[in-house]
């Protein structure tokens, strides 16, 4: 029986030799063993060394992989040059007194609608399809995950340069800074790119001056920068975590020259600072105000240090119309309870920061297990499109700051970014690598939107 059940595995070898992957499947990387060769129609893309995707069309292929991917090498490419960087103009900017986005047309990501046009030609309900398409039109942040991608800042700041001279609209640019070395030191589906015992440190401000290098070059165009999503909160909880023990004083001290160099070119910046379910613990509240009233005073308590960006990649409501079940026993059960509650006590230690709010996926509320829960959550919709109208004069805007349609982690065990939050039960299945398109969630996102596109 042995010996039959053999042949007839080896007489399946042709057929899965001969498979292809259908679109947006995985068809190569790192340990991949299934088909690597893709259906019409559509080309195999290397996204990162672990995952390389089928997108529609040869010339639809993205030139750069999406946001929170790649453990690639440790240490600096070598095509990146040192930087001295030079000014466009040479004076120092002056912060605005005013919401960073008062007056100003937000800069849609080319990639991002790239990705968005692809998926919703895949849509075969006409209807639903529209819809999708119409997510393009939407602004999202573009994330900077690796070294590689700061080269791509140049290019969209040229183009939203462009639009402004020719349309008279002032222009604003959103972005993700995203390197951090040991970078989500309590997480795994993004692991990143810089190691802190090769060189990490020193990578980091090398990335930093890139982005500068490029941002100066515009002085023009406004740039408004969420910085190192998770990597604060992190420190505020999560230090009983070797690796994010290790990683404190090299996060303060990346953290502090990315503030430095960024308002020295007039970036408008909002430190990451987690959700309701995370620091919005009464537990949490005091320790977190202190830390990042302390890193905007370390930093030079510049006017470009905007404040704070909460629920980020999450799916918290800004105003929840009842508390969700598994928010139970945090009276900070929805953002702007959290926010109110925070506020005050960073203004108390000489913070008188102001928040934006993610609101990219929390158009569908009671969804999940555990609120520590983050990873594609099923069920869940597009949510309030970003607006300046929050109702709050604490909350400068709500925004899109995860790009819908990204996964946000695998849910394949033998990945080396497996994270278990992505096979729990509310976690949408099978899911691609970190950073890829998703397309199956993306579809669900369209319909599940509230308000409906």
Sequence with gaps: MKTAALYAFVALLPTFANAQAQTWQQCGGIGWSGPTTCVSGTTCTKLNDYYSQCIPGASSAPATTPPATTPPPTSVPTSVPPTSPTTGTGSTPTASPNNPWTGYQVYLSPFYAQE????????????????????????????????????????????????????????????????????????????????????????????????VAQIKQFPDVRVVAVIEPDSLANLVTNLNLQKCSNAQQTYLACVNYALKQLSAVGVYSYMD??????????????????????????????????????????????????????????????????????????????????????????????????WGDWCNIKGAGFGTRPTTNTGSSLIDSIVWVKPGGECDGTSNSSSPRFDSTCSLSDADQPAPEAGTWFQEYFTTLVSKANPPL
């Design 273 to 370: 600072a987690g959700h309701a379910g995370w620091l919005g613990w009464p537990a949490n509240l005091s320790p977190a105000a202190q830390l990042f009233a302390k890193v905007y005073k370390d930093a030079g308590s510049s006017p470009f240090i905007k404040g704070l960006a909460t629920n980020v990649a999450n799916y918290n409501a800004l105003q929840a119309a009842s508390p969700d079940p598994i928010t139970q026993g945090n009276s900070n059960y929805d953002e702007i309870h959290y926010i109110n509650a925070l506020g005050p006590l960073l203004q108390q230690q000489g913070f008188p920061a102001t928040f934006i709010v993610d609101q990219g996926r929390s158009g569908q509320q009671n969804l999940r297990q555990q």
């Design 116 to 211: 968005v046009t692809a998926a919703a030609a895949q849509i075969s309900d006409k209807t639903l399809a529209a819809k999708a398409a119409s997510v393009a039109k939407i602004p999202t942040f573009t994330w900077f995950d690796t070294i590689n991608k700061t080269a791509d800042l140049g290019t969209y700041l040229a183009d939203a340069q462009s639009i402004q001279k020719s349309t008279g609209q002032k222009q604003l640019v959103q972005i993700v800074v995203y390197d951090l070395p040991d970078r989500d030191c309590a997480a795994k589906a993004s692991n990143g790119e810089f190691s802190i015992a090769n060189n990490g440190q020193a990578n980091y401000f090398n990335y930093i001056d890139q982005l």
